[in-house]
């Protein structure tokens, strides 16, 4: 009821409750800020120790070699190859999942599948990491010749498992909100069950599943502890996915694991990779927020 | 004509109809797919936390006891065994200092089978070694040879990694003694304050946003920020903590810096359960308690946010669950430590049980993978008894309006 909030109330308990909440409220404003400068600062002083042209377009990453070179070109390309065998899984299985979901199931079988791929998205990631490092590598290894030990494969593959729930279930919920009238209408045309999900749920809940892709990217660039165990922490400019490479996130581990002194260059070079990685993810978020919000109102 | 193509008397296309029903049969697939591998997570991480092992022991005989001794009982025995004398012993037993390091370096464990018959005690110490491990299929089928096989001072043991004294004993060099003791209490420590935070400042926010704010800048503004947080890979909230709690706050790397870390990382997600729990609450309820006259404060703490409790209660339960589960950003604020003791202070070292399973996970000696998925298997249990938990709570106060 938006009119009862018309009146702020001047008694003071009143007053001192709103301020409480304010308050309370304040630390998430202070938590991005926080992320921000913190990373900002040291940021700032890596780039005055390194040039911004090193950076970019360096084709090695090695802040600990005695020549110490960082371009994060292929931390980046090991990121991209992870990611994109991860929704080259989580695409196609998400989707279908999500169709099955929305459009095949009852109300109450659907919670409570939905609660099942909620539990699946509860699931430790340290454990998918143990399980692609010692089920599915061996398992792939005797399929595919030459496949190292650490490798961006199968800690794709399962990663698409991982981040399976933000698909199906992003996308279910868009698929749900598509009006029952165009539905109906459908089928009084005739329609079958399956031209109905394929030829008007699904082209009219595009925006919302191209935002749960969006979304589960981001997951995904950002997912640590699977690629930190399975694909290696070993940066090369590659994409071939039998190899081993580092991502950001498994440099990052990897060197906060390690003794980096503070104030060397490798501690700053840290904040740098954590920095693109949170501009990356940041974006593609704000990309998804600003395709639902721009083609939301197509429907109320 | 062919017939099949033909439209029947409804207009039903038979074609379609096939395709339908194929269409709705393949789309349960990738739910199998999932399920499948749900399936075999859980099977193989089961699987490797047994082993059939070949183990030497440092001094003594390597001999085993009979199901019913006491740990002390066992202990004494075999230390007996090792060749010391009864006076040795026997002081060693009742120092409490002595007790404790002995106890600390010599693991009392009930395996399933031994080579002198099924469910008997053995004592591993830290300077056990290791000559063979095998896998429960492996080592079942060549069981008899290897038992036949056996050196002076060896045993042939089927070990249940997760046992009691697993859960309870300290992390240790040797995977044989190896236990998850310090890091179940570290992620204790670590939750506790960390939900200390979240659930204030998470709740806090929630009741603001749906209670108190109407459609405007600020509430704008904390939407919009709150869901890019929540959208922030929870390893840049590490970097955040080593930079701010860690360095600048010269907090260190203990469980406070650890758990601040946490707990803004909690934030968004009970935001989000919280704001859910308080719109279930019908509006009918406020306007009668307004209509009581009611203030805002009264109609929202007495009112509201009772009706809307078993709710923000489960939210909270769930969002633990998978704060439990972060090991990233934690790595960062110091859990990656050897930690033997257990955590006594907020300013302690410590560990917790994600990161030491990760740090099991990159050891090179092959049992550390037993050792982690005896971890694992303890982390899942942890995770269903809360997930069993929230879901009892919101099954039993569930309330139809």
């Known amino acids: ?300 | 004509m062919n017939r099949t193509h033909t439209p029947n008397a409804f207009g039903v296309d038979p074609w379609k109809a096939r395709i339908d029903r194929v269409f709705a049969r393949a789309l349960v697939l990738p739910l199998l797919l999932a399920l499948g591998l749900l399936a075999l997570l859980l099977g193989d991480t089961l699987y490797r936390s047994f082993s059939v092992q070949v183990v030497r022991a440092d001094e003594g005989p390597g001999r085993t006891y009979p199901f019913g001794l006491s740990a002390q009982e066992i202990l004494r025995q075999d230390l007996l065994a090792r060749g010391y004398t009864e006076e040795e012993v026997a002081f060693a037993l009742e120092d409490p200092k002595e007790r404790q390091v002995l106890f600390l370096q010599n693991r009392v464990e009930l395996m399933w089978n031994t080579q002198d018959g099924p469910f008997r005690y053995v004592v591993t110490g830290v300077y056990d070694e290791r000559v063979a491990d095998f896998s429960l299929a492996e080592g079942l089928r060549r069981w008899n040879e290897l038992k036949a096989n056996l050196q002076e001072g060896e045993r042939l043991v089927l070990n249940p990694w997760l046992d009691q004294t697993f859960l309870t004993r300290p992390p240790s060099r040797s995977p044989l003694t190896a236990g998850i003791g310090v890091a179940i209490w570290g992620t204790v420590w670590v939750l506790s304050l960390a939900l200390l935070i979240a659930i204030p400042v998470g709740i806090g926010t929630a009741i603001l946003l749906e209670e108190y704010l109407r459609e405007g800048r600020l509430s704008r503004i904390l939407e919009v920020n709150l869901r890019n947080l929540a959208g922030v890979p929870s390893i840049v909230y590490g970097l955040l903590g080593l930079a701010l709690f860690v360095r600048s706050m010269g907090i260190g790397p203990t469980i406070l810096a650890a758990s601040m870390t946490l707990g803004l990382l909690g934030i968004p997600v009970i935001v989000v359960t919280a704001r859910e729990a308080l719109r279930a609450v019908p509006e009918s309820l406020r306007l009668a308690a307004f209509a009581l006259g009611a203030t805002r404060r009264q109609v929202v703490f007495r009112v509201v946010v009772p009706a809307a409790l078993p709710g923000m209660v489960t939210g909270v339960i769930l969002s633990a669950a998978r704060l439990i589960g972060e090991a990233a950003p934690l790595l960062l604020v110091g859990a990656a430590a050897y930690v033997p003791f257990l955590p006594s202070s907020p300013l302690s070292q410590y560990t917790v049980i994600p990161v030491q399973i990760y740090l099991w996970i990159s050891q090179n000696q092959p049992e550390f993978a037993r050792v982690a998925a005896a971890g694992i298997l303890v982390m899942l249990l942890l995770l269903s008894v809360l997930y069993l938990l929230a879901l009892y709570l919101r099954n039993r106060f569930r309330r139809e309006w």
């Not at chain 1, 299985?93 to 459009?103: D, H, K, N, T």
């Not at chain 1, 030829?199 to 981001?218: D, E, Y």
């Not at chain 1, 104030?263 to 920095?275: D, E, I, K, Q």
């Open chain 1, 1 to 300: 009821m938006e009119i009862l909030k018309q009146r702020p109330s001047r008694h003071p308990w009143e007053v001192l409750t709103f301020a409480l909440l304010l308050l309370l409220s304040s630390v998430t404003l202070l938590t991005t800020l926080g992320v921000i400068l913190s990373l900002l600062g040291d940021v700032v002083e890596f780039f005055r120790r390194v040039p911004l042209r090193e950076f970019l377009f360096a084709p090695e990453w090695t802040p600990l070699f005695a020549n110490p070179r960082y371009g994060i070109a292929p931390l980046l390309a090991g990121t991209f190859l992870v990611t994109a065998i991860a929704l080259l899984v989580a695409i196609p299985l998400g989707l279908s999942l999500a169709i099955y979901i929305s459009e095949y199931l009852t109300p109450e079988k659907r919670s409570r599948i939905l609660g099942i791929l909620e539990l699946f998205g509860g699931i430790p990631t340290v454990v998918f990491g143990y399980f692609a490092l010692l089920f599915v590598t061996p398992l792939l290894q005797r399929v595919i010749p030459g496949l190292s030990l650490f490798n961006p494969l199968s800690a794709g593959l399962v990663m698409g498992f991982a981040i399976l729930p933000y698909v199906s279930n992003v996308a279910a919920d868009a698929m749900q909100s598509v009006p029952r009238a165009m539905r109906e209408a459908a089928y009084a045309l005739g329609a079958r069950p399956y031209e109905v999900a394929l030829k008007v749920v699904f082209p009219a809940a595009i925006s919302g599943i191209i935002a749960a892709i969006i979304l589960a990217t981001s997951r995904a660039i950002g997912e640590t502890m699977i690629v930190a165990i399975a694909a290696g922490q070993r940066p090369a400019l590659t994409l071939d996915p039998r190899e081993t490479i580092a991502t950001m996130t498994s440099y990052i581990v990897q060197a906060a694991t390690g003794d980096q002194p503070v104030g060397s260059t490798p501690y700053y070079a840290l904040f740098a990779v954590g920095f693109t990685l949170f501009v990356l993810t940041l974006l593609l978020n704000i990309l998804a927020q600003w395709i639902v919000e721009r083609y939301r109102e197509r429907y109320e």
